[in-house]
């Protein structure tokens, strides 16, 4: 288990749940396989293995500010990245995510993953979930592409911060879901935000995914399939309506702030 300030990041034991949550509806939703990936974050590698999966990948970009942490996961954490760090497709770097991505062409990514810290105050991932970062993301897209981006836990009680995502995310992009799945390490429901200029990933039936995932991944799925796909984006009424209700437009100049642990 990989705990960070007292606070469970990942076990052994069921991390499969969320990192193929994270990922694999991005890769599988699409009418077309992606090529290339830019990941933010994702610092034990698990979320970068499960992108290597996809049978068209041909380069992804991981961005880490800590390499420190990163020398610290390849070395003892090597069930959970399962090598991808050393995988040719892959180019590593270290430095301020926002940064990298702005230096990178326009239009140049068929997907682009967030797997980030909260946005703590005056954190290192703050500025990672506002309005204009979001924009600096469409720009990097090609006009098939999609944005996916590790939205908080999710229950009825502490939705402001998810909430707050998908209200930013819809001010740039035409098409945002919200997701969810229940990770018995969190010991809660873990949201994700799904965004595209195209594709609308509730849209699609099981049977579907379920040839996607044939055609375009490599090895077995553990938790993921159609029917999971299916219930991950079916949200209970309640917490639909409080998403709707609740949460603010986040910005450069008005961040979303977690002042101390236990603010979600």
């Known amino acids: 288990m990989l705990l960070i300030d007292g606070d469970v990041q990942s076990s052994l034991f069921d991390e499969y749940i969320y990192h193929e949550s994270l990922v694999l509806p991005g890769l599988i939703s699409g009418a077309s396989s992606p090529e290339k990936v830019f990941l933010c974050g994702g610092g034990e590698g698990a979320t970068l293995r499960e ?13 880490d500010i800590d390499q420190e942490a990163i020398q610290m996961y390849m070395e003892e954490l090597p069930e959970w990245h399962q090598g991808s760090f050393f995988d040719p497709r892959v180019t590593l770097i270290h430095m301020d995510a ?4 702005e230096e990178q062409n326009d239009h140049a990514f068929d997907g682009i993953y ?50 707050s995502i998908i209200k930013t995310m819809q ?12 990770v018995p390490s969190f010991d809660t429901c873990w949201g994700f935000a799904f ?7 509730f849209l699609l039936n099981p049977k579907e995914i379920d040839l996607r ?9 553990r938790f993921y399939d159609g029917i999971a ?36």
């Open 114 to 163: 967030t797997d980030l810290t909260e946005p703590v105050n005056g954190g290192p991932s703050q500025m990672l979930y506002s309005k204009e970062f979001f924009s600096i993301c469409k720009n990097k897209l090609n006009e098939n592409g999609f944005l996916v981006v590790q939205g908080s836990l999710l229950r009825t009680s502490t939705y402001e911060m998810h909430a």
């Open 51 to 63: 992108i290597l999966r996809c049978k068209t990948v041909e380069s992804v970009i991981k961005c």
């Open 229 to 264: 796909h299916q219930q991950i984006f079916s949200l209970g009424k309640d917490l639909r309506e409080k998403i709707a209700q609740a949460g603010s437009i986040i910005t450069d100049t008005h961040p979303f702030s977690l002042k101390k642990k236990g603010d979600l």
């Open 98 to 101: 926002r940064k990298l991505l």
């Open 171 to 182: 001010e740039v992009f035409p098409i945002v879901r919200s997701y969810s799945v229940y």
């Open 213 to 221: 995932i044939q055609q375009r991944l490599a090895g077995k799925t």
């Open 195 to 201: 965004a595209s200029f195209n594709t609308d990933p």
